[in-house]
Structures are given as C-alpha cells and as structure tokens.
C-alpha cells in the first residue's frame, strides 16, 4: 500500500497552465505504475493520462493528448502531470492512483483529490 498526496491544483483562466504533483510515500514507489484521474461534478471518475513503473511509457485519454504530460520522479516519489492549454471542460478534482507495476490502472491506491477549476 502507498499513500498519495497531490498538490497543484487551483484557478485558472482558459488557455492557462497548472502542473500537478502527487508525493507517495514508502520505498517502493518505483514498483507501482501510476496514473491520474479526475472527476466533473455529475460524472462519473475518467481515466485522464498513465505512466509506467520506469517511465518509459506514457498513455493519455483522448481528450488531453496534445496538451496534458505525465512524468515521474522516482528519486522523489512523485509523479506529475503538465497540463496546459486548458479547456473550461477540464474543470474536475484530479485524483492520483497507484497499482503494482502490471496491474490496470483504477483499481488499488488514491490520493484525495486536488480541485482545479478552468474559468474566466
């Protein structure tokens, strides 16, 4: 088990950037693959971008290729997600989640959200 705190999210206009982070504590974060989340208000939690336990490979939903990054530290325990050229429809709480390193992101470990909000 791994325990997630993310951080970053807040106001801001569209077309504007925000980079989150999620800090995980334990050793063995190099073993989990990870990945981030969000949640609109209404809908149902959406798989948003994922990262291989080495980094070396990235996945994105559809919705934020081209715009949204993922990356990870692992000498830090964190993980990120660089998100620009923001849309008012990307206004959710985005959530960190951690799995063992062959399993299917959305199942074992979450942090607890962090709010961003997409608006003039």
């Known amino acids: 088990q791994v325990q997630l705190v993310e951080s970053g999210g807040g106001l801001v206009q569209p077309g504007g950037s925000l980079r989150l982070s999620c800090a995980a504590s334990?050793?063995?974060?190099?073993?989990?693959?990870m990945g981030w989340f969000r949640q609109a208000p209404g809908k149902e939690r959406e798989f948003v971008a994922g990262?291989?336990?080495?980094?070396?490979?990235?996945f994105y939903a559809d919705f934020v290729k081209g715009r949204f990054t993922i990356s990870r530290d692992n000498a830090k325990n964190t993980v990120y997600l660089q998100m620009n050229s923001l849309k008012p429809e990307d206004t959710a709480v985005y959530y960190c989640?951690?799995?063992?390193?062959?399993?299917?992101?959305?199942?074992?470990?979450w942090g607890q959200g962090t709010q961003v909000t997409v608006s003039s």
């Open positions: 989640n951690a799995v063992p390193r062959y399993t299917d992101l959305g199942s074992g470990d």
């Open positions: 334990g050793r063995t974060f190099s073993r989990y693959r």
């Open positions: 990262i291989s336990w080495s980094g070396t490979s990235t």
